[in-house]
């Protein structure tokens, strides 16, 4: 597929261009006319087609942590210590091409987050009150976790009992035994454990419907918080932003941040509002997709079928997933054969260029 990808330089360069149209142009490809890259901590981006803005042709000071601007001023280049660029009013060019062929990539919605995810975990429980805290006791699990471990746990302390109460009377060792599993499992005991007394001490029980108050409690940043309160309360206050959304973002020159948190913000300033509920579980989903060896195979599988099987399958090796997995046990099946067999000729073109 390297014919029809974008280049791996190490020159930065922005595009001008404004979003033209929210449709996906017929025959075209998701990096086609892009000549240079950004660089990142891990990777390189397109900057043209697939969306970031800026100067086109300026290329990335080699050295040096300062330079002189236009006004004369010294321009902080130390990754550590320069500002974020500001949330735009203007979205990134080309934004809808890419999130409509991930939304037709991800159709199925069987990722693991949309089986093990929070949204999954906090369901068909006695009172909605229970739902809240399963959703919120999910999230506090989430980090530095993989789904399906967080399922786990989740199911293992609904078979013990799990409410604001029961963690409460919970012996730490007992809570700690049962989510031994999931990362860092000794703090989120602490924090688990402290947040269900808060709970009861200033909220009644309940899990709050604020930000603010969410963030309150030990162990939920604003990640967890947005997420809380879509799930639990459906209120879409704001974006909740993980690390691959934060990687993939980046990636698609959509944000130029260092933190999720950044990414977050300036996310917001441009995203169309009515989307801010879908995104997180649809890129997450994504990002699962193209990460995990047994995900990655259903993921070319419907990028080979799908309507824009070329687009799809540049937009998958782009953002690092390898569109030549072999898509068998037994190791016979490539993705080439695949559109062969299947009368996929853009995908079979797309996979020899």
């Given amino acids: ?64 942590r300062k330079k002189q601007n236009s006004q004369g001023r010294k321009q902080n280049l130390n990754p550590k210590t320069a500002q974020s660029p500001p949330a ?8 809808r091409r890419v999130y409509d062929l991930v939304l037709e990539l991800r159709k199925e919605r069987d990722a693991p987050v949309d089986w093990a995810g929070s949204e999954a975990l906090g369901v068909d429980e006695s009172t909605q009150e229970t739902n809240n805290f399963h959703v919120l006791v999910a999230l506090m699990l989430s980090s530095q976790t993989k789904d399906q471990v967080v399922a786990d746990a989740m199911y293992k302390l609904k078979a013990r009992g799990l409410t604001v109460q029961s963690i409460i009377d919970m012996p730490p060792e007992e809570l700690d035994s049962i989510i031994a599993k999931v990362g860092f499992h000794n703090n989120k005991t602490k924090y688990i454990k402290q947040t269900a007394q808060l709970l009861l001490d200033r909220h009644n029980g309940v899990v709050p419907a604020t930000a603010e108050e969410l963030c309150a409690l030990p162990g939920i940043g604003p990640k967890m918080a947005y997420i809380i309160l879509a799930v639990a309360h459906g209120i879409v ?28 913000k300036q996310l917001e300033g441009w995203l169309p509002r009515e ?79």
């Fill in 1 to 64: 597929t390297s014919g029809n990808l974008a280049p791996r330089a190490a020159e930065e360069t922005k595009s001008e261009n404004p979003e033209s149209s929210p449709s996906v142009p017929s025959g075209s490809n998701v990096a086609r006319s892009v000549d240079t890259t950004q660089t990142t901590s891990d990777s390189t981006v397109p900057t043209e087609s697939l969306g970031e803005r800026g100067t086109p042709g300026k290329p990335k000071p080699k050295s040096g």
């Fill in 275 to 353: 989307l801010w509920g879908e995104v997180n579980v649809l890129f997450v989903g994504f990002g699962q997709m193209l990460q995990q060896p047994a995900e990655r195979v259903k993921l070319l599988r419907r990028a080979i079928a799908s309507q824009n099987a070329a687009d799809s399958l540049q937009l998958i090796s782009f953002l690092g997933g390898d569109v030549h997995t072999l898509l068998d046990k037994e190791g016979k099946q490539t993705p080439l054969m695949l559109a062969a067999e299947t009368g996929a000729a853009a995908a079979a073109k797309a996979l020899l260029d």
């Fill in 237 to 264: 206050s704001g974006i909740g932003v993980d690390t691959h959304m934060h990687r993939l973002f980046n990636l698609l020159g959509w944000v130029q941040s260092k933190t999720p948190e950044q990414t977050r």
């Fill in 88 to 95: 735009s009013v203007e979205p990134p060019a080309e934004w």
